[in-house]
């Protein structure tokens, strides 16, 4: 079987030389885009002694597609006099200059360490659809090898939905952390790659059969669409140009909101009037948080008052005090909540913020990004496509329940628990 280059791979081609740093190939199945991406990869290791890597975030996925399916096809079909060394405990193939293709998962702690213990030249990040957004900035923290290649990262998708943060990075070129406009935005550029573009190298059969998919499945699959729909934004009511205008802190009590986790640590803070919500600061600790942390640095903003947060804070840590006492140490009012379900929670923020009773600062970016963002999946909130959300909205979600909670009618039912 011979590979033949379409136009549309012609084109990435140019786009794969181009001064990006940071290319998304993007489409339909079978389109060629992890193809295209393993070529590049090759080509870069042949040029100078370095190392590269696709990534994936499930090894026996990557294992299954790009090591015993794709990567042998790109050498067969496209550098079939180029001899490799194939190491197939480690999973990396060697090459004659001394280079290295390393393929790996981010699901296996101990692979993963061993992996992200080495800097590399190219970083390829298979199917993000399944990553979150901190997990690649991790490993891009890697991509820093010392020799004369300019440093690339890849990615490819089938497109998800326009709530995932690829979307958000190579269409919308915003920050996904905070929703910022990106620095050098020229730095990530994308194409959309579908299967009527690689016809050439494709069983008439197989589209067809993308053809006949549900449209949802067929507008991700066969057109490379990103969604307008997911599981269904968890916080509708959300709307930027209502809810985010300059807050000034008042007289009166100051309540910070906490949602207690390790990494990150968050609190909202606010002032209610009986009416609405003020939100006019957040606190946000990435690092190996905790409690006295977070403490620590609402003492040092001045905002000792009254604290509502996650009831679980009652329970006795390892330390030997539990969450409450430990504020309670710090000087704050701890008030005893009880958690609703989580369902109730959510649909208390979306009844206020439809009432326009909450009002944020525009500074509390990571508060904003989060309910834009925030999704249902599986009637849950989704808590692992990107594993940063969720987290302050819950803090938020605490105090309002606590302040303004949502009237119940008796024998009410919820679907969603908490």
């Not at 490799?84 to 702690?109: A, C, M």
């Not at 309540?255 to 909202?268: M, Q």
């Not at 649909?347 to 009773?357: E, T």
């Amino acid at each position: 079987m011979d590979f033949k280059k379409t136009p549309k791979q012609i084109e990435a081609t140019k786009l794969l030389g181009s001064s990006a740093k940071h290319v998304l190939l993007a489409g339909g199945s079978r389109s060629g885009k992890t193809f295209k991406l393993v070529r590049a990869i090759i080509i870069r290791a042949c040029k100078t002694q370095s190392r590269h890597i696709s990534l994936r975030k499930h090894f026996n996925s990557i294992k299954t597609s790009l090591w015993h399916e794709t990567l042998p096809a790109v050498l067969n079909l496209c550098f079939p006099d180029l001899p490799v060394k194939w190491n197939r405990s480690d999973y990396y193939i060697t090459f004659p200059n001394g280079s290295e293709y390393w393929v790996g998962g981010l699901d296996d702690q101990k692979r993963a360490e061993k992996i992200l213990g080495k800097e590399y030249s190219t970083i390829h990040f298979n199917e993000i659809s399944e990553l979150d957004f901190s997990s690649v900035q991790l490993a891009l923290t890697r991509l820093a090898q010392k020799n004369d290649l300019y440093k690339r990262a890849y990615y490819d998708c089938n497109p998800p939905p326009k709530s995932h943060w690829a979307y958000w990075q190579f269409i919308k070129r915003l920050n996904p952390a905070d929703n910022e406009p990106i620095l050098n935005p020229d730095n990530y550029q994308h194409m959309i790659m579908n299967p009527k573009d690689n016809m050439d190298n494709l069983d008439e059969e197989y589209l067809a059969m993308l053809e006949a998919l549900p449209e949802k499945e067929r507008n991700r699959f066969l057109n490379g669409e990103f969604s307008d729909v997911d599981d269904g934004a968890a916080y509708y009511s959300f709307n930027r140009d209502n809810h985010v205008k300059k807050v000034n802190r008042a007289p009166g009590t100051v309540f910070s909101f906490l949602d207690f986790n390790v990494s990150p640590g968050v609190a909202v803070i606010a002032q209610f009037d009986g009416d609405r919500f003020y939100i006019f600061d957040e606190i946000w600790i990435d690092d190996n948080s905790d409690t006295y942390k977070i403490a620590a640095e609402l003492k040092k903003r001045g905002y000792i008052g009254d604290a509502i947060c996650d009831s679980t804070g009652a329970n006795r840590k390892t330390s030997g005090k539990t969450d409450y006492g430990i504020l309670r140490e710090y000087g704050f009012n701890v008030l005893k909540t009880r958690n609703p379900f989580q369902n109730d929670r959510v649909n208390n923020l979306n009844r206020l913020l439809a009432n326009d009773k909450i009002i944020i600062d525009p500074k509390c970016k990571k508060l904003i990004n989060d309910l834009e963002k925030v999704s249902w999946k599986d009637n849950l909130l989704d808590q692992k496509t990107d594993k940063s959300l969720t987290h302050i909205t819950d803090a938020l979600g605490y105090g309002c329940w606590k302040l303004a909670p949502l009237s119940m009618q008796k024998g009410s039912a919820t679907v969603r628990q908490y």
